[in-house]
């Protein structure tokens, strides 16, 4: 690996409207794969993104060996990384497992 920031504009490769799981997965397979320590990713250019798309995202993030960053984050997909994280700290049933059993 060489030690040169991999610079890639998200819009440009894929497109201004980031929508389904399965390209974000293809996009980061692609980005796990470069031949650099550090992998800074521009927004610069997206309109929106998807729940889902920003879930695999962030979940690819997290278990990559390299350093991914991100820049020119708009305001709209700053919140739904907000909202995927937050939703990650809280569970969405967490008070069921300490629900009583009830038998019919």
Not at 22 to 27: L, Q, T, Y
Not at 72 to 96: G, H, T, Y
Request: hydrophobic share 45%; glycine share 0%.
């Amino acid at each position: 690996m060489t030690m040169q920031i991999y610079k890639v504009s998200i819009a440009k490769e894929l497109s201004p409207d980031l929508a389904l799981r399965d390209v974000a997965s293809s996009f980061m397979n692609k980005m796990a794969n470069v031949d650099s320590d550090e992998v800074e990713i521009d927004f610069e250019g997206v309109e929106s993104i998807t729940r889902s798309f920003a879930h695999e995202y962030l979940t690819r993030k997290r278990a990559m060996t390299i350093i991914l960053s991100e820049v020119n984050v708009p305001a709209n997909v700053r919140k739904m990384f907000a909202i995927i994280q937050n939703s990650e700290m809280r569970p969405r049933f967490d008070a069921l497992r300490n629900a009583p059993i009830i038998k019919i």
